[in-house]
């Protein structure tokens, strides 16, 4: 009983402000319900809308996927290049880690988009800079054409590197040191020290490190929503943003709400595919055979 009062704020804020609203959310999702008057049950019509009708569904899952498998690997490749920086020993080493992670501080926040959307603007400091360095002759509209307005919100996904890189810091610090004290004596170069050793052993922060970002990829809304809406002609209209439209734009709560529960679907497949191929390329050092 001593352990269960302990937790009961948490056990409390669990079941009202999570399970409930799921439990509420699945119901919704087979009605037709507009908030502004009771939900009529309509049985499979939303799920067969979604998959048969609704084009804006199926764009909105092809940008998701482009987003989240290009903004995740260059992410987790550029987090892991500077952890593996950071981590020697050198005078101020400790100041650049707090630089470096300072973009991962303000996190999704609606300034940071702002700020982003300013930067990638027709008029804004990016354009002004190329044209300085002589790179292009005319400001192009980075969020406005519909080739480059994902790959700027790749581009700020990837800035806010901090909080994998740090991650992987401390797993760096974990790899004991006399695995590369015996390699540098074998003649290892550091190049075969780091494919050797180093990645191997960061083989669990990796798989860490991937499933948080794959979800966080899939999850994304802020951005989109901040800087470019969706557009242009919905090429950044990211999942997310599309739940949010027909439930808060159109007052479609029963359809946003089969969306919703769609995506914990998409999810949780691709998370238990990635626990099921872990046992692959996933190194720990506690198993039998290692």
């Known amino acids: 009983m001593a352990g269960f009062l302990f937790i009961s704020p948490w056990l409390f804020g669990f079941l009202a402000v999570t399970l409930a609203p799921m439990a509420i959310s699945l119901y919704l999702s087979f009605t037709r319900y507009d908030i502004l008057s009771p939900p009529r049950w309509v049985g499979l019509f939303n799920y067969e809308d979604m998959f048969l009708y609704d084009r804006l569904f199926r764009q909105s899952l092809k940008v998701t996927f482009q987003y989240a498998f290009t903004s995740v690997p260059l992410r987790l490749l550029f987090a892991l290049f500077l952890a593996v920086l950071l981590a020697r020993k050198r005078r101020g080493v400790g100041f650049y880690r707090a630089l470096f992670y300072v973009p991962s501080v303000f996190g999704a926040s609606i300034a940071v988009a702002v700020m982003w959307r300013q930067l ?26 519909p080739r480059t307005a994902l790959w700027s919100l790749v581009a700020l996904a990837v800035w806010q590197f901090g909080s994998p890189m740090l991650i992987f810091l401390a797993g760096l610090k974990q790899i004991p040191q006399t695995l590369y004290e015996a390699a540098i004596v074998d003649g290892a170069t550091p190049w075969q020290r780091f494919w050797r050793i180093t990645l191997p052993m960061l083989t669990p922060i990796i798989f860490f490190n991937f499933v948080v970002q794959m979800i ?12 470019t809406g969706g557009g242009p002609h919905n090429q950044t209209l990211l999942y997310i943003l599309y739940v949010f439209r027909n439930g808060f734009t159109y007052y479609r709560m029963g359809y946003a709400s089969a969306l919703a529960w769609v995506m914990l679907v998409i999810v949780g497949v691709f998370t238990a595919i990635i626990f099921k191929t872990s046992s692959y390329w996933v190194f720990y050092e506690t198993k039998e055979d290692a």
């Open 216 to 227: 966080n990829g899939f999850m994304m809304f802020t951005q989109a929503f901040v800087i």
């Open 120 to 145: 990638f603007g027709v008029n804004g400091a990016l354009n002004s800079l190329l044209q300085a360095a002589g790179l292009i002759e005319e400001n192009i509209g980075w969020l406005t054409s």
